[in-house]
């Protein structure tokens, strides 16, 4: 392929944002490595090195003739939509992501389509979706053994201001264990933004998921307003979390969805790290990309913005420089 399109113009910026190489990229567009350099060279924005699709497009546009975008699902849009699922954008995720960033669009259902034809000719597109097919379990479904603990405050009185959304700072905090209970990890996300940060640990004893869970705090001490937890014994420490950074509040049992972001979150998470996984094989190097991947992926209910960029926009407004 000798010119490429504006919709993987749109793929090539959306890759970069991700970290990707010029090699991925090229192996995932399914075009030379020589083209993706020479695209690079020759429309990278001169002012601050930044690769913009529109941009580059322009340029592309000044130097030939005026090339029509598509306006069906025909291959080369296909490329494109591949590309993004193959970096786990959801159907409904790449259709948003498309219409936020052009005029071109095409339905999650005809997406969905494309999938289960791919894997009717044996692709392997269906395993980047989340559930890929198989039934979703809620938890809390078998009987707590789990004990009482002592000093809990209910999340009834957790300020309104949690659940309205509208600042960074209100966390939910909770574990995902590993095969025969072995291992964990903590999970800590941002009810507005979406933000996720993930810990591995070897236990889920609860001054170790204290020790833990204080170093996580760290980063974002400044906005911390609030943390909501399962009743899990491993959040018995909770007290001195409370004495040092915010409020520590517990959902009530057999209750997950008084905890909806952050169970939505390990949903997402259980996509690169299923349900039975051994622990022990996870290195630190592959928790910190899953969480980079979940935190750079567009979300519906941010207007298909990513996590990281909205938690941007509300520590920006708050005038706090903030360190990741």
Partial sequence: MSHL????RYAIETLLSCGKSQKEISELLSVS???ISRELKRNIDLRNKVYRAKLAQAKYENRLLSKPKYSKFDNELKAVVRALLRIDYSPEQVTGYLKKKGEITVSHESIYQFIWLDKKNKGDLYTHLRRK???YRKRGSSKDSRGCIVGRIGIEKRPQEAMNRTTFGHLEVDTIIGKNHKGAIITLNDLTS???WMRKVESRDAELVKTTLSDMLEQIK???KSITSDNGKEFAKHQDIADQYCDFFFANPYSPWERGANENLNGLIRQY???????????EQLIQEIENRINNRPRKRLGFEKPIFVMEKLLFNSEIAFVC
């Fill in 5 to 8: 399109t504006y919709e993987q």
């Fill in 33 to 35: 490595g020589s083209t």
């Fill in 133 to 135: 097919g198989r039934r």
């Fill in 194 to 196: 979406g933000m996720l």
């Fill in 222 to 224: 400044p906005y911390i």
């Fill in 273 to 283: 790290i299923p349900k039975s996984s051994d622990f022990s094989n996870l290195s």
